[in-house]
């Protein structure tokens, strides 16, 4: 929905915002100095903006949670992990394959195979990975 202001899609956001934060008035200044009880209609009132403000911020977190999601797939779209180079993975993956612990349940390669496809094309690609025999034998075999 454009802004009705420059037609642009980025400001009404903002521009929502300074009409919300507006829209709950504080309570009477003598309520927060000095210790005079509240009458029966500023309680009354006092709860419904309580509750609207409660609800309103319920929306907002919504927003948020939705931009903060939106945020995390643009950084995941523009990683720079993306552009290494494969050869500088499988070098990485080789030396990581090198130090992991023998008792994992399962080698290194396969693990790093279903990271994603890119990665899974990397490694099978790579006869450096494969160097090894992994087999697991029981006590019965």
Same mark, same amino acid.
């Given at each position: =929905?454009?802004?009705?202001?420059?037609?642009?899609?980025?400001?009404?956001?903002?521009?929502?915002?300074?009409?919300?934060s507006?829209?709950?008035?504080?309570?009477p200044s003598? $309520?927060?100095?000095?210790?005079?009880?509240?009458?029966?209609?500023?309680?009354?009132?006092s709860?419904?903006?309580?509750?609207?403000a409660? @609800?309103?911020?319920?929306?907002?977190?919504?927003?948020v949670?939705?931009?903060?999601?939106?945020?995390?797939?643009?950084k995941?779209?523009?990683?720079?992990?993306?552009s290494?180079?494969?050869?500088?993975?499988? @070098?990485?993956?080789a030396?990581?394959?090198a %130090?992991a612990?023998?008792?994992?349940?399962?080698?290194?390669?396969?693990?790093? =195979?279903?990271?994603?496809s890119?990665?899974?094309?990397?490694v099978?690609?790579?006869?450096? $990975?494969?160097?090894? %025999?992994f087999?697991?034998?029981?006590?019965?075999?």
């Amino acid at each position: =929905m454009p802004c009705p202001n420059c037609s642009c899609t980025s400001c009404l956001p903002v521009a929502d915002l300074l009409v919300i934060s507006t829209k709950f008035p504080p309570p009477p200044s003598e $309520l927060i100095t000095t210790n005079r009880a509240p009458t029966d209609s500023e309680v009354g009132y006092s709860r419904a903006i309580i509750n609207s403000a409660g @609800e309103t911020v319920s929306i907002l977190q919504a927003v948020v949670d939705g931009l903060l999601g939106l945020i995390t797939q643009h950084k995941a779209a523009v990683s720079p992990l993306k552009s290494f180079p494969p050869e500088l993975l499988v @070098e990485i993956f080789a030396q990581s394959a090198a %130090i992991a612990p023998d008792d994992w349940r399962y080698p290194p390669p396969l693990v790093l =195979m279903w990271v994603c496809s890119r990665w899974r094309r990397i490694v099978l690609d790579a006869p450096k $990975l494969w160097t090894k %025999i992994f087999f697991e034998a029981s006590p019965n075999d």
